[in-house]
Nanobody, 123 residues
Framework: QVRLVESGGGLVQAGDSLRLSCAAS????????MGWFRQAPGKEREFVAY????????YYADSVKGRFTVSRDNAKNTVYLQMNGLKPEDTAVYYC????????????????WGQGTQVTVSS
């Protein structure tokens, strides 16, 4: 069982930056694909980004490409989501997730999810 705990959310203005963190409990953290999803009020949860391993493959949704960066520190069992140039439409609860397979993460079918952290961007 992998426990994921997100932090770093908050209320910011459009154009500001935030860095979300997701700490994992599992010592085999480096073997997991780590992903970020978000869910805005009244909308379905949507994929944001994933990171295969430290320094390895990353992938982003078109809506955040060029503004968000996902990275990880395997020594700290932590994955980060650096969000720059935030827009009001980025307002959502952000969740991190972990799975062995990339396809599982992208499909939103990972077995492990954090509790979420709220990001609110005012215009």
């Amino acid at each position: 069982q992998v426990r994921l705990v997100e932090s770093g959310g908050g209320l910011v203005q459009a154009g500001d930056s935030l860095r979300l963190s997701c700490a994992a409990s599992d010592r085999t953290f480096s073997s997991y694909v780590m992903g970020w999803f978000r869910q805005a009020p009244g909308k379905e949860r949507e994929f944001v980004a994933y990171n295969v391993r430290s320094g390895g493959q990353t992938y982003y949704a078109d809506s955040v490409k060029g503004r968000f960066t996902v990275s990880r520190d395997n020594a700290k069992n932590t994955v980060y989501l650096q969000m720059n140039g935030l827009k009001p439409e980025d307002t959502a609860v952000y969740y991190c997730t972990a799975a062995v397979l990339t396809s599982t993460v992208v499909a939103g079918r990972s077995p492990y999810w954090g509790q979420g952290t709220q990001v609110t961007v005012s215009s």
